[in-house]
T-cell receptor, first 113, second 115 residues
Framework: GENVEQHPSTLSVQEGDSAVIKCTYSDSASNYFPWYKQELGKRPQLIIDIRSNVGEKKDQRIAVTLNKTAKHFSLHITETQPEDSAVYFCAASIDTGRRALTFGSGTRLQVQP | EAEVAQSPRYKITEKSQAVAFWCDPISGHATLYWYRQILGQGPELLVQFQDESVVDDSQLPKDRFSAERLKGVDSTLKIQPAELGDSAMYLC?????????????FGPGTRLTVL
């Protein structure tokens, strides 16, 4: 089955700096890669996703890049703000058949004011 | 905006007791997932339903866990008997019936503590 590894486990940045979280996956058949943000005690919320036919996707301060050959994808947050502080999870799945997501272990991002 | 509903939000039980969790997906979402999230880890799939049918329960500890979605709408996850290692957040998620877009919408979860 799919295995997703995520690094780093914790990340502390100053407000305004950029943050990068990296994930690798094992199943070359995976073609859908979402990122979820989970604030303390709240549900995971989708913040951005990318499909394997695209190498990069951007939404305001958030971007995701995908390298299919190397089987890794990354989340980039620019101009970080204190409200970006949360746990971020990457995930991978095969889009067809409504397969379940395989999640990474999470990155706790702390943005220092 | 429609959301996935779960209850209870918190449950404290003693080991060997039975517990049950309920999930109501977003209306019209045919696919429903139960995930378990141990503190400090990512969610892991327990069971997936398509309408009322189980399509993946390979990671469900069937000696103590059961799940059902009798009418293809809401779902119940049961643990009997609960063990200390079952302490975790139980998340329900759903996704629409049509389209290949795999966005899953999560409920608020049920935090289970087994004493």
């Amino acid at each position: 089955g799919e295995n997703v590894e995520q690094h780093p486990s914790t990340l502390s940045v100053q407000e305004g700096d950029s943050a990068v979280i990296k994930c690798t996956y094992s199943d070359s058949a995976s073609n859908y890669f979402p990122w979820y943000k989970q604030e303390l005690g709240k549900r995971p919320q989708l913040i951005i996703d990318i499909r394997s036919n695209v190498g990069e996707k951007k939404d305001q301060r958030i971007a995701v890049t995908l390298n299919k050959t190397a089987k890794h994808f990354s989340l980039h947050i620019t101009e970080t703000q204190p409200e970006d502080s949360a746990v971020y999870f990457c995930a991978a799945s095969i889009d067809t058949g409504r397969r379940a997501l395989t999640f990474g272990s999470g990155t706790r991002l702390q943005v220092q004011p | 905006e429609a959301e996935v509903a779960q209850s209870p939000r918190y449950k404290i039980t003693e080991k060997s007791q039975a517990v049950a969790f309920w999930c109501d997906p977003i209306s019209g979402h045919a696919t429903l997932y139960w995930y378990r999230q141990i503190l400090g880890q990512g969610p892991e799939l327990l069971v997936q339903f398509q309408d009322e049918s189980v399509v993946d329960d390979s990671q469900l500890p069937k000696d103590r866990f059961s799940a059902e979605r009798l009418k293809g709408v809401d779902s119940t996850l049961k643990i009997q008997p609960a063990e200390l290692g079952d302490s975790a957040m139980y998340l329900c998620a759903s996704r629409p019936a049509t389209g290949s877009y795999n966005e899953q919408f999560f409920g608020p979860g049920t935090r289970l503590t087994v004493l």
